[in-house]
């Protein structure tokens, strides 16, 4: 099992070290006035800097240590669900908003990916929403999806 998270980490840093590459030719930037290739590239240094630890924990590590059964059929199950539920959340931003969309995906993520209470599923959907929209739509002034059912009902 030591093995197969060594290469997972492996193909980590190597995945993180090529989307450095590209995003340095993109171009960086500053921090004042950033590049195309800004966040790629913090983004694939947190991930390079993540997966080294991870790595050399596991190296680090004795025989045995924190060693688990691997993914069970259950596991690979969910993780296909999530990911088509991502998927339908997405395609659903531009029918029903980003807000609605995103409520309903965290319902799911939260009740049946990581099975929680109801009311702690509901209260962490409603903070994540609410710190995102005061986020992008506050602070930054992101224009989200409204959706078009929105704007056939109130127009």
């Known amino acids: 099992m030591k093995k197969t998270y060594i290469i997972a980490y492996a193909i980590s840093l190597l995945f993180a070290g090529a989307v450095l590459i590209e995003a340095w030719r993109l171009g960086f930037g500053g921090f004042a006035r950033p590049g195309p290739g800004f966040v790629p590239f913090l983004a ?37 669900v999530a990911i088509l539920f991502l998927f339908a959340g997405v395609l659903l931003w531009d029918i029903i908003g980003f807000l ?3 409520f309903l995906l965290l319902l799911f993520l939260f009740r049946c ?5 109801w009311r702690r599923v509901i209260i962490a959907s409603a903070l994540t929403l609410a710190f995102t929209h005061v986020l992008f739509v506050v ?3 992101v224009r989200l999806p409204q959706g078009r059912i929105w704007t056939y009902f109130l127009s």
């Open 44 to 80: 694939a240094a947190a991930l390079a800097v993540l997966g080294l630890i991870a790595l050399v924990q596991v190296v680090l590590a004795g025989p045995g240590e924190g060693a688990g059964k691997g993914f069970r059929g259950a596991d690979l199950i969910k993780i296909f």
């Open 113 to 117: 990916v990581e099975p929680l209470g």
């Open 139 to 141: 602070l930054l002034g």
């Open 100 to 102: 609605p969309a995103t």
